[in-house]
């Protein structure tokens, strides 16, 4: 599960997934609003050492806002991490997991596309130089 097709429209790029600063994070998603930081850590604490787990709680009802981030040390614990839980059942919710963090391929783009034809590279409108027109 290194490399993950995407379909972007009219061509395909292959996109392999980065590590964090320290290790390999992955997103887990469509949680139980109950669900705690202890069920998610024995859960996949069954694939590797689970280095740190990040859940968003909201502000109002203090309960889990549908996702988590799970930190573990190498690539294939992440790996078999996702392979065994991605479409499984955990606490009465089909859960979702997958690399948190994807680098894009050399050249396929990553810049901004907000850019009007005709535009040197900038996005706002201004003059040239007299030397460069």
């Known amino acids: 599960m290194a490399d993950v097709d995407m379909d972007t429209g009219s061509s395909t790029h292959t996109v392999a997934n ?7 994070i992955i997103i887990v998603t469509n949680l139980n609003e109950e669900t705690t930081e202890e069920d998610l850590e024995d859960h996949f604490a069954d694939f590797g050492n689970v280095k740190n787990l ?22 294939e614990e992440a790996e078999a991490a996702i ?13 979702n997991t997958d690399f948190a963090f994807a680098k894009p391929p050399a050249g396929a783009g990553g810049g901004r596309r907000d850019r009007a034809p005709g535009r040197r590279g900038g996005v706002r409108d201004r003059s040239v130089s007299p030397g460069r027109r």
């Open 18 to 24: 980065m590590a964090a600063v320290e290790g390999w």
């Open 54 to 75: 990040s859940m968003a709680l909201n502000r109002r009802t203090g309960y889990v806002m549908g996702y988590a981030l799970i930190e573990y040390a190498t690539k």
């Open 83 to 95: 392979k065994a839980t991605n479409g499984t059942e955990f606490l009465e919710k089909k859960i």
